[in-house]
């Protein structure tokens, strides 16, 4: 499985952005996708997760209602739609995928995407 994260940028609070994730190698109902962030000095953390077959989203508590993880399965690729955003959004996000799991636990994803910078300004 590969993956590569795009999307980053620069915006102000109460803004959007729209995160991909391209995606090979991920192409069955047992692949799982998901984006974690991590902050500058601290530890990554898990955003959202879905089935590759656009089943069973699930959210931390921190982004349900801002953020909507999704698939769209022709187009190999997964997106994280991030409104409302916060200054606490500001983070690197990546995305990872993991077959046959629905952890929220970083070591429990075996296939990283490179991050992709996001920045909220207050």
């Known amino acids: 499985v590969q993956l590569q994260a795009s999307g980053g940028g620069l915006v102000q609070a109460g803004g959007s952005l729209r995160l991909s994730c391209a995606a090979s190698?991920?192409?069955?109902?047992?692949?799982?996708m998901a984006w974690f962030r991590q902050a500058p000095g601290k530890e990554r953390e898990f955003v959202a997760r879905i089935r590759w077959n656009g089943r069973d989203p699930y959210y931390a508590d921190s982004v349900k209602g801002r953020f909507t993880i999704s698939s769209d399965n022709a187009k190999n690729t997964a997106y994280l739609q991030m409104n409302s955003l916060k200054p606490d959004d500001t983070a690197v996000y990546f995305c990872a995928a993991a077959f046959s799991t629905f952890s929220i636990v970083p070591p429990n994803y075996a296939y990283w995407g490179q991050g992709t910078e996001v920045t909220v300004s207050s």
């Open positions: 190698g991920c192409t069955s109902s047992l692949c799982v």
